[in-house]
């Protein structure tokens, strides 16, 4: 699962990798952004031409009045079945979370070791899908988005059988377009970049604290 992200990079840097000016509504910086927390979420739900920028709550109570308990990740293979996701994949309510990086806590010979993952090169895209409903000028209780994962390809880390689906830039631009069907949707599912595209290190436990935000944080602590 993905339960830590880092947003450092200036916004320019997004619009750059994407190759597409945002209309965004303000911008954020963080090394350690937890669920409950509002990051950049990137859209057009609003079946505008370009993206919007918005911080959006992480995570949801999809599916009222469905019983439900608060979310922060959708498996890929839960998202046309399940009573929590159908509704949202079915109306297309898919959106991409710009990250520098993200956390995973595996256990590593019987020791929970958080692991500080990005891509090698240039920045990962994470799909995700979204129940916060842009404009809204009251949002259900819980309302946000969820990143999806895909525990069929496995970790990046020993004893870690989970990963966010990561997207090219290509790919996020795709998935946020409204015209997209969710069977297109399914494929591009299906592209997420390959393990090989990414690198990962042993970070400090002081990440586990969501209170602390320092460019530390992602600090190799093995070969420190």
């Not at 496995?154 to 069977?183: C, K, M, N, Q, Y």
Request: proline share 7%; net charge negative; aromatic share 10%.
């Amino acid at each position: 699962m993905c339960c830590r992200i880092a947003q450092f990079s200036p916004f320019e840097v997004w619009e750059a990798e994407l190759g597409v000016q945002c209309v965004h509504s303000g911008t954020r910086q963080s090394y350690n952004i937890a669920p409950d927390d509002s990051p950049i979420v990137l859209h057009r739900l609003c079946d505008e031409d370009v993206a919007s920028a918005e911080c959006v709550h992480w995570g949801c109570k999809p599916c009222r009045p469905y019983p439900t308990h608060f979310v922060v990740n959708a498996r890929v293979d839960r998202l046309a079945t399940s009573d929590y996701f159908k509704p949202l994949w079915r109306k297309r309510r898919r959106v991409i979370v710009p990250v520098d990086g993200w956390y995973e806590w595996p256990t590593i010979q019987g020791i929970k070791r958080p692991q500080y993952i990005s891509r090698k090169i240039g920045l990962s895209f994470l799909a995700a899908l979204a129940y916060w409903e842009p404009g809204a000028t009251i949002q259900p209780d819980g309302a946000g988005f969820v990143i999806i994962t895909d525990d069929d390809k496995g970790g990046f880390t020993d004893d870690h059988d989970s990963r966010p689906v990561v997207l090219s830039s290509v790919d996020a631009l795709a998935w946020i377009d409204p015209e997209l069907t969710p069977r297109g949707a399914s494929v591009l599912m299906h592209h997420s970049l390959p393990i090989e595209a990414f690198q990962w290190w042993e970070v400090g436990v002081a990440v586990g604290n969501a209170q602390i935000d320092s460019k530390d944080l992602i600090r190799n602590v093995v070969t420190a």
